[in-house]
Antibody, heavy 119, light 108 residues
Framework: EVQLVESGGRLVRPGGSLRLSCAGS????????MNWVRQAPGKGLESISY????????HYADSVKGRFTVSRDNAKNSLFLQMSSLRAEDTAVYYC????????????WGQGTMVTVSS | DIQMTQSPSSLSASAGERVTITCRAS??????LNWYQQKPGKAPSLLIY???NLQSGVPSRFSGSGSGTEFTLTISSLLPEDSATYYC??????????FGPGTKLEIK
């Protein structure tokens, strides 16, 4: 079965750091670019980070640029999001998603991991 | 940055009805437009990619059309399980690719 499973979400204090992980299985992980999407409680979807298959191309939304770092380990079929200087507005469910070549649509999503930033 | 809008923001329709949701881009995005369905507490799922291509496993009552700046998602005959929020997404510009604000569909 093709799937993505996120982990690492928890309650963290403002200004703190957190590392999210996304494990892929059932497909050739290194054949796909990957993306992180977040969704604040009761809000819409926000695409926050993109990483190409070989990590040659990386992009961030302005809302997280300079604070979040995306990386991947293709040998371990894993995607990561290092989050620092966390703010209350970073509170959200964080999803990783697989990208289809060509259309760049997100065809496989993880179940999400909740990050709560609060004192 | 390319801005995406959707209309309506919410709608209520009866089972068996045909509904259309519109997505507009602030500039031409060719056919780089995708549609997702999200049910409460669940991850989004891909319905339509590249404006009009039905994702594998998605029922044929879902269809997409459009190009340039205006796109539509049509559900030809609503079922109760279609109650969800629907998002469009442009993948024309440099990532990260923006989503529309969503349309919440309620089945009466």
């Amino acid at each position: 079965e093709v799937q993505l499973v996120e982990s690492g979400g928890r309650l963290v204090r403002p200004g703190g750091s957190l590392r999210l992980s996304c494990a892929g299985s059932g497909f050739d992980f290194n054949d796909h670019s990957m993306n992180w999407v977040r969704q604040a409680p009761g809000k819409g979807l926000e695409s926050i980070s993109y990483i190409s298959r070989s990590s040659a191309y990386i992009h961030y939304a302005d809302s997280v640029k300079g604070r979040f770092t995306v990386s991947r380990d293709n040998a371990k079929n894993s995607l990561f999001l290092q989050m620092s200087s966390l703010r209350a507005e970073d509170t959200a469910v964080y999803y990783c998603a697989r990208i289809i070549s060509g259309s760049d649509a997100f065809d496989i999503w993880g179940q999400g991991t909740m990050v709560t930033v609060s004192s | 940055d390319i801005q995406m809008t959707q209309s309506p923001s919410s709608l209520s329709a009866s089972a068996g009805e045909r509904v259309t949701i519109t997505c507009r881009a602030s500039q031409s995005i060719s056919a780089f437009l995708n549609w997702y369905q999200q049910k409460p507490g669940k991850a989004p799922s891909l319905l339509i990619y590249a404006a009009s291509n039905l994702q594998s496993g998605v029922p044929s009552r879902f269809s997409g059309s459009g190009s340039g700046t205006e796109f539509t998602l049509t559900i030809s005959s609503l079922l109760p399980e279609d109650s969800a929020t629907y998002y469009c997404q442009q993948t024309y510009s440099t990532p990260p690719h923006t989503f529309g604000p969503g349309t919440k569909l309620e089945i009466k």
